[in-house]
Nanobody
Framework: QVQLVESGGGLVQAGGSLRLSCVDS????????MSWFRQCPGKEREFVAA????????YYGDFVKGRFTISRDNAKNTVYLQMNTLKPEDTAVYYC????????????????WGQGTQVTVSA
């Protein structure tokens, strides 16, 4: 069973940083490729970043441009998204997703989702 819970969202000024966390309460976290997506109101869910089972390989959406870093701690069943130099257009609900294939950059390819965490960046 995979159950994902995100945290770490909030309100931040442009140029600031946030670190999102996603914890899996299941027993198979180290076998899962993990991803972060985001969704703005009225828009489709957008790929942000993915990381493979070991954490050795990562992949990012084009808009990230070095501002975000995905990482994982398999001992803690947790995947992180460090977001720096935030912009107002980064405002969205951020979701973590899990699947057994890496990388999967489309929402339909994820097998499990968390409930999301809101990130709001003020100008």
């Amino acid at each position: 069973q995979v159950q994902l819970v995100e945290s770490g969202g909030g309100l931040v000024q442009a140029g600031g940083s946030l670190r999102l966390s996603c914890v899996d309460s299941g027993r198979f976290f180290s076998r899962l490729a993990m991803s972060w997506f985001r969704q703005c109101p009225g828009k489709e869910r957008e790929f942000v970043a993915a990381i493979d089972w070991s954490g050795d390989n990562t992949y990012y959406g084009d808009f990230v441009k070095g501002r975000f870093t995905i990482s994982r701690d398999n001992a803690k069943n947790t995947v992180y998204l460090q977001m720096n130099t935030l912009k107002p257009e980064d405002t969205a609900v951020y979701y973590c997703g899990a699947t057994v294939v890496y990388p999967v950059v489309i929402p339909e390819g994820q097998d499990y989702w968390g409930q999301g965490t809101q990130v709001t960046v003020s100008a």
